[in-house]
């Protein structure tokens, strides 16, 4: 039996959020990012992979979006060995609508 310390209603109005925030996520990389990008595991919780179609260099890119004040991780320490295209991390649970979408937007000029 699970144990629970705050009512289903609760869980309930995370959940909702996390979808709020997952849609901007989404309509933000496709109005930013367009078909530059790929994105996977949009149901496996608070974040996402993106996956530039172009050829880039992860900790350059990793390094340019924190100069904006965005941060996003790479992938390559995901992997036992060097991945055939970067990747990146990019998690939304702590942030609202607006900061998710001006994040999008920054990444968009790098990307």
Known sequence: MLQHDQPL???LA?????????FALLEAIEEY??????????????HV??????????????AAAAQKGVGIYGTAHCWLTQPA???????????GEQEIREGIRLLGQIL
Do not use: M, N
């Open 49 to 62: 992979a993106l996956w530039p179609r172009k050829k880039v260099v992860e900790q350059a890119v990793v």
């Open 33 to 46: 990012l367009g078909d530059r990008v790929v994105v996977t595991g949009q149901g496996a919780g608070a």
């Open 14 to 22: 995370i959940a909702v959020g996390y979808a709020h925030q997952l």
């Open 9 to 11: 209603s609760a869980d």
């Open 85 to 95: 295209r970067p990747g990146f991390i990019l998690g939304y649970a702590r942030l």
